[in-house]
C-alpha cells in the first residue's frame, strides 16, 4: 500500500476529508506494508472487543466502570454512557480498541498545539465514541456514534505507528473526540510511538478519573486539554460533564510532568462573560503557570447550536486582552485568519518567534526552545 492508497482509504471517512487535504508532509520511505495489505480497510462497525482494567465488579454480575467520573454502573449486556464500554458477562470490554474510524496526517497546529513539535505532521486518530455531550461538538458525527455505526479500521498500534514514521510524523496524536474512552488503545500506541522515537500528544477534554490518567501520563509528552468553560453550570448543560474533575485532571497533568495547553471555545452568550475568562485565566497563573498556551477559538453554528451566530472577532480579541492581563504569556485565538493573534512572541523582548497563518507555521527566531534574541526560555516540546 503507497501513500497514495493510504490516504485513498482514509479519504472514505467523511468527517475527516478536509484535513487529509491540509498538510503538504513530503512522504518519506514508504511504510513496508505487505502483511497488512487487505486488512487496513475501512468496515463497517469492525470491532475488537478487548477487556479494560479499569472497572470494579458488582454483586449479580454487574460492573462499576472507573474510567470517568460518571462512574456507569452497568448490568451484563448494558453499554455506558460513552457508547463504547459494555459489561460482557460481567467483564466490562472496550468496544473502541485499535478500530479508528478516523486517520489523518494533520499539522500538529491543528489540535491546536502551538508549542509542540510547531510546523510538524501529527498521525492522528479517533475512534467512535465521547464520554461528553457537548452542544456545540464540532465531530458529533463520530462522537456521539458507537462503534458499530462508523466505518473502521483494524489499525493495530504497531501499523499506526510505522504508518506515523513513513510518512515523517513527529508525533501520533489521540484526538477528535475524548480519546481516553479508548485508553487501551492509547496506551500501546504510546508505548510504541516511544519506542520509536515519536511523540504521543492527546486532545482530550480532560474529564477522566485519576488513576487512568496517571497511567497515561507515562506515555504521553503532551497535552491538549479543553477548558470548556469556567462554571459548573455550563459544564452541566453544555456538556453533560462537570468542571471540577476537569481541573483537577489539569493539576495531575502538571504533576506528572506533562506539557499542556488549553483551548477554550467561546459560544456567544454562554461563555464569554469578560468575568469568567478572568477568573480562568486567573486561576490557570496561579495555579499551574502564566506560561500555559491559552487557545480562546471561535464558535461556528453547529450540531445543536446551529440557531447562534459564530462568536463575533473583536470578543475573542477583547477576551484575549482579558486573559492577557491576568498575567498569560500565550494567548492565542483560534479558527480566526488573524495573522498577529495566532503568532508565538518572547514575553521578555517581545521578538516574533513563531509565525502562523492557518496551518502554515514558520519558525523566525526559536532556537532550542529559546528566544533567538534574548535567550529566554519558552515553555513547550521542541523537537
Ligand atoms: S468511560 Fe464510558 S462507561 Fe466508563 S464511566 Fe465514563 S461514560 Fe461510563
Given at each position: 500500500m503507497?501513500?497514495?492508497e493510504f490516504v485513498k482509504l482514509c479519504g472514505r471517512c467523511a468527517v475527516c476529508l478536509a484535513a487529509i487535504q491540509a498538510p503538504a508532509?513530503?512522504?518519506?520511505?514508504?511504510?513496508?506494508?505487505?502483511?497488512?495489505?487487505?486488512r487496513i480497510v475501512p468496515r463497517q462497525g469492525f470491532i475488537r472487543p478487548f477487556p479494560s482494567p479499569y472497572y470494579e465488579s458488582l454483586a449479580g454480575g454487574g460492573v462499576r466502570c472507573t474510567l470517568c467520573p460518571h462512574g456507569c454502573e452497568l448490568e451484563d449486556g448494558d453499554r455506558g454512557a460513552c457508547g463504547v464500554r459494555m459489561n460482557q458477562g460481567g467483564t466490562l470490554m472496550?468496544?473502541?480498541?485499535?478500530?479508528?474510524?478516523?486517520?489523518?496526517?494533520?499539522?500538529?497546529?491543528?489540535?491546536?498545539?502551538?508549542?509542540?513539535?510547531?510546523g510538524t505532521g501529527s498521525f492522528s486518530l479517533a475512534t467512535a465514541g465521547c464520554n461528553l455531550h457537548c452542544k456545540f461538538c464540532q465531530n458529533w458525527e463520530i462522537s456521539q456514534a458507537e462503534p458499530e455505526q462508523t466505518l473502521n479500521y483494524d489499525l493495530p498500534a504497531k501499523t499506526a505507528v510505522e504508518i506515523a514514521t513513513a510518512y515523517g510524523c513527529k508525533s501520533v496524536a489521540s484526538t477528535y473526540v475524548e480519546p481516553t474512552i479508548f485508553i487501551e488503545y492509547m496506551l500501546e500506541l504510546g508505548r510504541?510511538?516511544?519506542?520509536?522515537?515519536?511523540?504521543?500528544?492527546?486532545?482530550?477534554?480532560?474529564?477522566?478519573?485519576?488513576?487512568?490518567?496517571?497511567?497515561?501520563?507515562?506515555?504521553?509528552?503532551?497535552?491538549?486539554?479543553?477548558?470548556?468553560?469556567?462554571?459548573?453550570?455550563?459544564?452541566k448543560t453544555m456538556t453533560g460533564g462537570g468542571?471540577?474533575?476537569?481541573?483537577?485532571?489539569?493539576?495531575?497533568?502538571?504533576?506528572?510532568?506533562?506539557?499542556?495547553?488549553?483551548?477554550?471555545?467561546?459560544?456567544?452568550?454562554?461563555?464569554?462573560?469578560?468575568?469568567?475568562?478572568?477568573?480562568?485565566?486567573?486561576?490557570?497563573?496561579?495555579?499551574?503557570?502564566?506560561?500555559?498556551?491559552?487557545?480562546?477559538?471561535?464558535?461556528?453554528?453547529?450540531?445543536?447550536?446551529?440557531?447562534?451566530?459564530?462568536?463575533?472577532?473583536?470578543?475573542?480579541?477583547?477576551?484575549?486582552?482579558?486573559?492577557?492581563?491576568?498575567?498569560?504569556e500565550f494567548v492565542y485565538v483560534g479558527n480566526v485568519p488573524s495573522a498577529e493573534a495566532e503568532n508565538t512572541s518572547c514575553p521578555q523582548c517581545g521578538a516574533l518567534l513563531i509565525k502562523r497563518r492557518g496551518y502554515s507555521t514558520r519558525i523566525v527566531d526559536l532556537k532550542d526552545g529559546r528566544c533567538g534574541r534574548c535567550g529566554r526560555e519558552i515553555p513547550g516540546v521542541f523537537v
Open positions: 503507497d501513500r497514495r508532509l513530503a512522504p518519506q520511505r514508504p511504510p513496508d506494508l505487505k502483511a497488512e495489505e487487505g472496550s468496544l473502541a480498541h485499535a478500530n479508528p474510524c478516523a486517520v489523518n496526517v494533520d499539522p500538529i497546529e491543528k489540535k491546536p498545539f502551538f508549542h509542540v513539535a510547531p510504541r510511538a516511544k519506542r520509536a522515537g515519536l511523540l504521543n500528544v492527546m486532545h482530550s477534554c480532560g474529564f477522566v478519573n485519576e488513576k487512568p490518567l496517571s497511567d497515561l501520563c507515562k506515555v504521553l509528552d503532551a497535552a491538549c486539554i479543553d477548558l470548556k468553560g469556567f462554571t459548573e453550570e455550563y459544564y468542571l471540577q474533575p476537569v481541573l483537577d485532571s489539569i493539576k495531575r497533568l502538571k504533576a506528572h510532568g506533562v506539557f499542556t495547553e488549553l483551548v477554550t471555545l467561546v459560544v456567544p452568550g454562554r461563555n464569554d462573560a469578560p468575568d469568567e475568562t478572568k477568573a480562568m485565566a486567573h486561576w490557570i497563573a496561579s495555579e499551574l503557570s502564566p506560561g500555559v498556551p491559552l487557545h480562546l477559538t471561535r464558535f461556528y453554528p453547529r450540531y445543536k447550536l446551529k440557531s447562534l451566530p459564530p462568536t463575533p472577532v473583536e470578543t475573542l480579541l477583547r477576551l484575549r486582552e482579558t486573559a492577557r492581563s491576568e498575567g498569560l
